[in-house]
């Protein structure tokens, strides 16, 4: 257990708490994000470069853009 | 400290299903459900490492080199690309209970009852 | 043969495939037939790998024969009950198709799309040899199911219903993916009878145990059993009729297939001191189920979602039958399956029917107005009756050899306990059935749970292929209590699917497995236990329809659990989700504190 | 069930769970001491036997072959879901007049439109280069695709969702998607009819190390290439629809 997968993993456990604990839809898709940066570090540690590129692919594209559309369509649409 | 990640992952899970049951917004579940599968990527991936191994790719690296086991990495790579498409399933059902409720809390929507 | 074992997934998939590939191209009128034709083919080849399933050919994908004993590549094994299954969910998957040949006139496409993916995910999942291939086939079935429960997008109930099944079917697959991971930690393995042969020695430790548990939740999420149930009848009572029909006729059952295969492939050698336990839990939980799934649905007024409690309590009593753990009882359960998917589908899509024609589907509010239908009325009554268990009339052979393996086991006070459920169940549907085709009972019954109104499908269908349709699968559920020689050829490969040691030599090592003898074309006598309890669920049934449609209140001691019972089923996706962590908790602490000792 | 009561008998199963959960891991072998043979045994002869030097993407696309094609047509499922649940009432305009209303978000700073516009092919060749070079180093179908999305989906960020639109036509997606699914299926079908087995790799393994290594996997890895990108770009578009265009009336 090399110091580098320690770190990593401490802030993928941190990040994802934080995640479940962001209440508010728009600053938890960021915090999303961050978490998916996490995991990209983590599995790189762990010696795992594709499951690396595809988490950071997914985290970095298709969350956000799924994510956002989805609360905008639910706030525009919404009197709120 | 050799079962720390094995624990991260058990921690993440419980922490999803936490996020679900105290959710007021159905995005944030759908997130929140995203955070328990990602248990099981770190679950799979820390089972599957070992020490002083490389990645199993033997670009330049000579083939009998001590390497990670590559099954797991397998499962995991699919899994996550087509999770996005599962989560994105619930969004749109979350999508259209809003039009119809006006509410995304899963604890005012009044569908049914008993 | 082996060669037909792929092609039970490969051809629905291909036509669903196809049919959003070509889609832009095809002429309009030709985009009826190609689904229809795509799943009459996957149902033949089924059907012909069960014919051929007595040797249990073995197909190893990609031509990954295993290797100094370590399987390397995936394996489909057409053993009879896997075939039979998948056999039945195609038989069930045509009549849909048939049924709903101009009934889904709002997306057609993207419905008979949907239902060849789920066609194909139920052959793959029941004929899968590898842990992870069946968490695959799992989520395959599981997304095509959300999207179909929530196809009427202009009400709220099937969309939450859809949310629901769709939240709490994905915390299920987690948690088989979270046991395989273990299993794989533990074993190096993912093919099942290789992790069969490692854990063969293995002492019972908390890891198999929780792996065990967190495997079987998914399962029993996906069988719809108690406490996991809760999602059903709301998808149930949202989801198309033809579409409900594969829900309540294959996919509950094939949660059950998976929990037998997984026990008996690899967990059963480290459990083997302590079956008696894992045979206690699965009993209580099981018949937990069937009496919670039957008072539940004679406290429902509308039809689908009192459908879908009877199916709840069925998969308890299937359960019950598998906890039993012995081949006559899982022979039962083989039969039952056939039987009350043949007749919970031609109920259901009686039930289409009534709502296409009435524009409800609220058993006080069509109260009568089934006269108008006297064909469909008899087709009901004839579903309702054979899943009662008269002797030798439809479910009567899963419930008779269910009820011996108990007797012979020592548990005599589980045949009453099933009677019980099994009657209640059928009386609510009787006396559903009774005051919609025949106007029997009053026309407001305080007890029955009001329900929001169902907007019918916009297509008009065509009348007599819905009932003809109804009618084969009525036809076919009444007689599969007297098919001859299917109980020797049940029981044959029940004791088959229990054999460890021959499907691991018969997988890993290709020797093999003796063929089923050749079974004499004679329908046993049912033992006189069984016909007595059958008798006795008949008179049960016709004594609670009876009282149901008497109107007269339920004494007022049986108040509060009732209310208790109707508060859980709260339609709240956080409810649902801390009844699966209790369910998952007990179960797992009850397991590791008994199987672990000693 | 109130939801206090509710949270209270989560926490106490959630702890149970969760008590469960580290009983069973700290009975796995410690961290980095896995001796599991299968993983082994594909390192050791995925590369001579496939030539391919990323024993992952050999896995995905042959040992385990059929997993995959699973996984596909879960995303597959889920994207005709998406499309289903977000279809718009039969009588709403048609995609033309709405597009024509969804005129006003052009993009305006001149800055914005020509760094897009140079990203986009960028991103674009290095998704390509990712699914190519799969078979050998870190990457595949699944990543490539996804990337190859998110670069048409730059034309959005960039230029608005007109241009967006016309470069990515739903006819054009849904069929892209529906032939890459049933690439990987015939695929698999022609060898069986053959007679080998069901996702058979009937080509020959190619030379080591470049980019006709891998034989028949290089089909499927494109297939799937062209079905991940046509899905990721259907998601997005649906949700894209359903998020720029709020003039379409809500469902009585």
């Known amino acids: ?80 | 400290m050799s079962y720390l990640p094995y624990i991260v992952a058990a921690w993440l899970f419980v922490v999803g299903l936490y996020g679900i049951v105290t959710s007021r917004n159905l995005i944030h579940l759908a997130v929140c459900l995203t955070v328990t599968q990602s248990s099981t990527y770190v679950l799979l991936l820390a089972i599957g490492y070992k020490h002083r191994a490389t990645a199993p790719i033997f670009y330049g690296v000579p083939v009998g080199s001590r390497a990670v086991d590559p099954v797991v990495q397998a499962l995991t790579l699919t899994d996550v690309v087509v999770s996005v498409t599962v989560v994105a399933l619930i969004l749109a059902l979350t999508v259209d209970i809003h039009r119809d409720a006006k509410t995304v809390d899963p604890d005012e929507i009044e569908a049914f009852r008993g | 043969m082996s060669w037909l074992l792929p092609l039970t997934v490969a051809l629905p998939f291909t036509g669903a495939a196809l049919g959003v590939a070509l889609d832009h191209w095809l002429p309009e009128w030709v985009k009826q037939f190609p689904a229809l034709v795509f799943s009459v083919a996957t149902t033949v080849c089924a059907v012909l790998a069960l014919a051929h399933s007595g040797s249990a050919p073995v197909h190893w994908f990609g031509g990954w024969q295993p290797k100094h004993g370590i399987a390397i590549g995936i394996a489909f094994v057409g053993e009879p009950l896997g075939a039979g299954m998948a056999a039945l969910a195609g038989v069930l998957a045509t009549a849909a198709l048939l049924f709903s040949w101009h009934y889904m006139e709002e997306a057609p496409r993207l419905y008979r799309v949907l239902m060849l993916v789920f066609l194909g995910g139920m052959c793959g999942f029941a004929l899968s040899g590898d842990l992870f291939n069946m968490f695959v086939f799992f989520e395959v079935m599981g997304v095509a199911a959300y999207a179909l429960a929530g196809y009427h997008i202009e009400q709220l109930g099937p969309l939450q219903g859809a949310l629901n099944f769709a939240i709490t079917n994905s915390i299920g697959a987690y948690m088989i993916l979270f046991g395989t991971a273990l299993v794989y930690g533990e074993t190096g393995a993912l093919n099942l009878a290789q992790i069969g042969k490692t854990l063969a020695g293995h002492p019972p430790d908390a890891l198999l145990v929780v792996a065990f548990t967190l495997i079987l939740v998914g399962f029993l999420v996906k069988a719809a059993v108690v406490p996991f149930h809760l999602w059903l009848a709301d998808a149930h009572a949202v989801a198309p009729a033809p579409v409900c029909v594969l829900y309540s006729g294959a996919m509950v059952e094939l949660g059950l297939l998976g929990i037998a295969r997984v026990y008996w492939t690899a967990f059963e050698a480290p459990f083997a001191m302590h079956a008696p336990d894992v045979r206690n839990v699965l009993l209580v939980v099981g018949i937990a189920t069937a009496l919670l799934g039957a008072v539940m649905a004679f406290l429902q007024r509308h039809l689908k979602r009192l459908l879908a409690y009877s199916t709840i309590s069925h998969a308890g009593v299937m359960l019950a039958g598998v906890a039993l753990l012995d081949h006559a009882s899982l022979a039962g359960v083989a039969n039952l399956v056939l039987s009350h998917g043949l007749l919970k589908g031609a109920l259901f899509l009686a039930a289409g029917v009534l709502l296409r024609e009435f524009h409800s589907i609220d058993e006080l509010r069509l109260h009568g107005r089934g006269r108008e239908l006297p064909l469909l009325g008899v087709l009901f009554g004839l579903a309702a009756f054979g899943l009662v268990g008269f002797p030798y009339v439809g479910t009567f052979l899963g419930h008779a050899l269910i009820d011996d393996g108990g007797i012979e086991l020592g548990h005599s006070w589980l045949p009453p306990l099933l009677m019980v459920a099994s009657a209640v169940s059928a009386a609510a549907i009787l006396r559903a059935g009774a005051r919609i085709f025949l106007g029997w009972g009053p026309k407001h019954d305080p007890l029955l749970a009001p329900e929001p109104e169902e907007k019918p499908p916009e297509g008009r269908g065509s009348g007599p292929l819905m009932v003809v349709t109804v009618a084969a699968l009525v036809t076919a559920g009444l007689v599969a209590s007297v098919v001859p020689g299917l109980q020797d050829g049940t029981e044959h490969a029940a004791a088959h699917f229990m054999d460890r040691q021959a499907y691991v030599s018969h997988v890993l090592e290709g020797k093999p497995v003796d063929v089923l003898p050749d079974v004499p074309a004679v329908v046993h006598r049912a033992t006189d236990a069984s016909i007595a309890y059958g008798l006795g669920a008949a008179a049960l049934t016709v004594l609670v329809t009876l009282f149901g449609l008497s109107g007269r209140r339920i004494p007022n001691v049986f108040e509060p659990p009732i209310n208790v019972l109707k508060a859980a089923h709260s339609g709240i996706v956080g409810d649902y989700v801390m009844w699966l962590t209790v369910g998952t908790a007990v179960l797992g602490g009850v397991w590791i504190l008994t199987l672990t000792r000693g | 069930m109130n939801r206090r009561a509710r949270i209270a008998v989560f926490a106490v199963a959630a702890a149970g769970l969760a008590a469960l959960l580290v009983a069973s891991v700290v009975d796995l072998p410690a961290f980095g001491h896995y001796q599991g043979a299968y993983g082994n045994q594909l390192n050791r002869e995925a590369v001579a036997e496939r030539h391919t030097t990323n024993v992952v993407t050999a896995t995905v696309f042959d040992y385990r072959g059929f997993d995959t094609l699973g996984e596909e047509f879960i995303l597959f499922a889920a994207v005709v879901g998406v499309t289903l649940l977000l279809r718009r009432h039969k009588d709403s305009e048609d995609h033309q007049e709405v597009l024509r209303k969804a005129d006003d978000d052009r993009v305006r700073s001149d800055a914005i439109r020509i760094v897009g516009l140079l990203a986009m092919p960028a991103l674009f060749l290095l998704g390509l280069w990712l699914v190519a070079f799969g078979l050998v180093t870190p990457g595949g179908g699944f990543q490539g695709g996804v990337l190859l999305a998110g670069s048409l989906f730059v034309v959005f960020l960039a230029a608005g969702f007109r241009p967006y639109a016309h470069l990515t036509p739903a006819h054009w997606a849904d069929s892209a998607e529906g032939s890459g699914a049933a690439a990987f299926t015939l695929l698999g079908l022609g060898p069986l009819l053959a007679g080998a087995a069901y996702l058979h790799n009937f080509l020959g393994s190619g030379v080591r190390g470049t980019l006709e290594s891998g034989g028949s996997m290089t089909l499927l890895n494109w297939a799937t290439a062209v079905e991940v990108t046509a899905a990721m770009v259907l998601l997005f578009s649906e949700f894209l629809e359903s998020y720029v265009l709020p003039s379409v009336r809500p469902l009585q």
Do not use: C, H, K, W
């Open chain 1, 1 to 80: 257990m090399i110091p580098l997968q320690l770190a990593a993993l401490l802030m993928v456990g941190l990040a994802g708490t934080t995640v479940v604990l962001m209440r508010d839809p728009l600053r938890m898709t960021i915090l999303n994000a961050v978490y998916a940066l996490t995991l990209t570090i983590l599995f790189l540690v762990f010696q795992a470069p594709d499951v690396a590129l595809s988490m950071l692919v997914v985290g970095g594209i298709a969350y956000p853009i799924v994510l956002l559309a989805a609360i905008a369509r639910v706030r525009s649409g919404g009197d709120e």
